[in-house]
């Protein structure tokens, strides 16, 4: 992940409370290490599927996420999946399994590159693939770091909310903002939908859907955070 966001993410975590944490995949450790400062008692456990022991981990399993997560872990007031969910082929099931982990009053933090940007868009009408999300006929490795998922905000709330959470809400970062004044443009459409489906909202579920939609970071952005909580 981008230093960038990592710090994003970094920020958004800084003035919560929580105690405990499971890092998934763990990669090499900079969650852990990015909030010893802020929270110097955090008990922070890993999930990965190559189980490499770093610094700051209580404890790392060796564990496919496509199989959702391994018995014996939780309870977590913070889980976190950043820059996996892509990887995974049955997103679902590892989302009911993050619910199962995280305590009632806690949180998610998911992080992913975003195929909704008017940049990708053009580049699968041209190609039929996402940037990031080649063809990989001829390359398919079980349990490498294949991008085989991809996911925008609409895609990432549905399967949030059918996974059991709620209060689901990006977090801005510096890759939120377009790197090209046409993709404002080419964008424009998009947001005036999304702003006339707000204004037309029945319910604050939908009015906040409809609303983040017509955001930049979820319109604009090449990569995105975003946080749930169990309801």
Known sequence: MPPSSQDAVLAWLKDKVFSSVLDMPSGNGWLPRGLAKSHPDLVCDGVDLYEEAAAGYRRIWRYDLNHGLPDGCGPYDLVACCEGIEHVGNPLLLF????????????????????????????????????????????????????????????????????????????????????????????????????????KAKTEEERAFWTTAASEAALLGRHLIVTARPV
């Not at 940049?119 to 490498?144: H, N």
């Not at 991809?150 to 510096?174: N, R």
């Not at 090209?180 to 006339?196: N, V, W």
């Open 96 to 199: 009911q399994a993050m619910r199962r982990v995280v305590t009632p009053q806690g949180w998610i933090v998911v992080t992913t590159p975003n195929v909704w940007y008017p940049q990708a868009r053009l580049q699968y009408l041209a190609r039929g693939f996402f940037p990031s999300f080649p063809c990989l006929v001829g390359k398919i490795v079980p349990g490498s770091h294949m991008h085989i998922m991809p996911w925008s905000w609409p895609q990432l709330h549905l399967y949030l909310t059918l996974a059991g959470f709620g209060e689901i809400q990006i977090v801005p970062e510096p890759l939120s903002a377009a790197k090209h004044l046409h993709e404002k443009l080419l964008a424009l459409p998009a947001r005036m939908y999304a702003q006339r489906r707000a204004q």
